[in-house]
């Protein structure tokens, strides 16, 4: 079956823009969290939906939000980009979203301008 | 807080080699512990993981992991690598008690010789 899917892939955005950032997960999948991964950073958790309503949420700005759909397709938006939002966006997907395996994207590269 | 520590950021070892990447966490509560791998220009696959019963946990492409609660660790092992296995590495933990988030390590790239 299809994996996770990302859109765009690359993207190139100058400071104060904003950016939406989008993820179809695998199907039959209602999880999907997203992570924020810049080189010796690791991947820093941004926030995790399921069935429409956000569970958790990451130590990032309220400039950062996300949603989902009841198809389970999720969103990201980064408002007012600054230099140090340019990272590689992942999305990963699951049945659960606890202790199941996750499913990754290739992700969304950011670059802010 | 909860955290999760790869000390070693780059590994070069020689094609055939055995190699360890190394893992430690810190958690006040039980944790779900897992390695992922990276390969240029992908996302992540999981390669391993530990949720209860045996300490040692064989994954795919031969690799294996020993769940170390006395140490806080889960180290990652091959017993003898290939060019193929060049990548990133990444040790993870979740919660037991469900938190709904993955906690990662900064990553291990490690690299295979000729």
């Known amino acids: 079956k299809a994996g996770v899917t990302q859109t765009p892939r690359y993207l190139i955005k100058t400071r104060g823009q904003q950016v939406t950032l989008s993820c179809s997960p695998i199907?039959?999948?209602?999880?999907v969290s997203w992570y924020q991964q810049t080189p010796g950073q690791g991947l820093q958790f941004l926030f995790e939906?399921?069935?429409?309503?956000?569970?958790n949420k990451g130590n990032f700005p309220g400039r950062f939000s996300g949603r989902q759909f009841s198809n389970s397709r999720s969103e990201m938006n980064v408002s007012t980009l600054e230099l140090g939002d340019s990272a590689l966006y992942l999305c990963?997907?699951?049945?659960?979203?606890?202790?199941?395996?996750?499913?990754f994207g290739e992700g969304s590269r950011l670059t802010v301008l | 807080a909860q955290s999760v520590t790869q000390l070693d950021s780059q590994v070069p070892v020689f094609e055939e080699a055995p190699v360890e990447l190394r893992c430690n966490y810190s958690?006040?509560?039980?944790?779900?512990l897992f390695w992922y791998v990276q390969y240029p220009n992908q996302g992540l696959q999981l390669l391993l993981k530990?949720?209860?019963?045996?300490?040692l946990v064989k994954g795919i492409n031969g690799f294996e992991a020993e769940f170390n609660k006395s140490q806080t660790s889960f180290h990652l092992r091959k017993p003898s690598v290939h060019i193929s296995d060049t990548a990133e590495y990444f040790c993870?933990?979740?919660?037991?008690?469900?938190?709904?988030?993955?906690?990662f390590g900064t990553g291990t790239r490690l690299k295979v010789l000729a």
């Open positions: 939906y399921f069935s429409e309503t956000q569970r």
């Open positions: 990963a997907s699951s049945l659960e979203g606890d202790a199941g395996e996750l499913f």
């Open positions: 958690s006040s509560v039980s944790v779900y």
């Open positions: 530990y949720l209860s019963g045996s300490t």
């Open positions: 199907s039959g999948h209602r999880s």
């Open positions: 993870a933990v979740t919660f037991v008690a469900g938190t709904y988030k993955y906690i």
